[in-house]
């Protein structure tokens, strides 16, 4: 089997990292994963079966139990993206042993996209720093956090789930928080990751820069867009 492209692309909540790895999969006709959705239908679960106090045991219990179809399940389940979810899977995220039962579903993906796909884009938050290291080009997307919560007010009114401009903001620094002081895996830019600070930009004008900057990688030099 020939060997795979990989992208990482890695950043904190809301930073425009998903519109990101999404249309960069399309331009090369990679396959795309969202490794966020993999933490939330285990928190998902979690929440299920045990609620909000569950403890890290509880945690582990639930994400080895969880069988593909499972997964397949609550990823598609209408709480999926809500903010209480979100909570949840930063909380299992902090677990060791949870990170691990999902480190290998991530890197299978990487090294045998599905499809056949000649490569493969993974979001999340330690992608270029622990699932794939060896990555082929590793983005790091930032945006200032009003700017952040701005955008995820504005993504769950659009599906029509109420939220308060206060609430989102405090949880998403919380999560910011717990995501980047965890001693497991915490968010951190890979030493040769290409920052994007997307602020001010348009998804247009981020999809350029991390456009020229993949033409820049040994991988990317011979590859054309996929049509
Ligand atoms: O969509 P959003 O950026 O808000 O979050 P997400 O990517 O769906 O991830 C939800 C939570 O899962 C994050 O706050 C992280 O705690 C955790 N996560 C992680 O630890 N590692 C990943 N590779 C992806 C998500």
Known sequence: MAERIVVAV??????????LARRLAA???FAYLDTGALYRAVGLAVLHR???EAGPDDMLEVARSLTAADVLVLTGHPSLRTDRTAVAASRVAAVAAVRDTLADIQRRFAVDPPEGARGAVLDGRDIGTVICPGADAK???IADTEVRAHRRL????????PAIWTEVLQDLKDR???DSRRSVAPLRPAHDAFLIDTSELS??????????FLHSRPAFA???PSV
């Open 139 to 141: 983005l790091f997307v």
């Open 10 to 19: 890695d950043g904190p909540a809301a930073s425009g990292k998903g519109t």
């Open 154 to 161: 504005k993504e769950l009114h659009e599906r029509g789930v």
């Open 27 to 29: 331009q090369f006709g």
């Open 222 to 224: 011979a590859l054309q």
């Open 176 to 178: 910011d928080d717990r």
């Open 50 to 52: 045990h609620g909000e």
């Open 203 to 212: 998804p247009t004008q981020v999809f350029d820069k991390a456009i020229a």
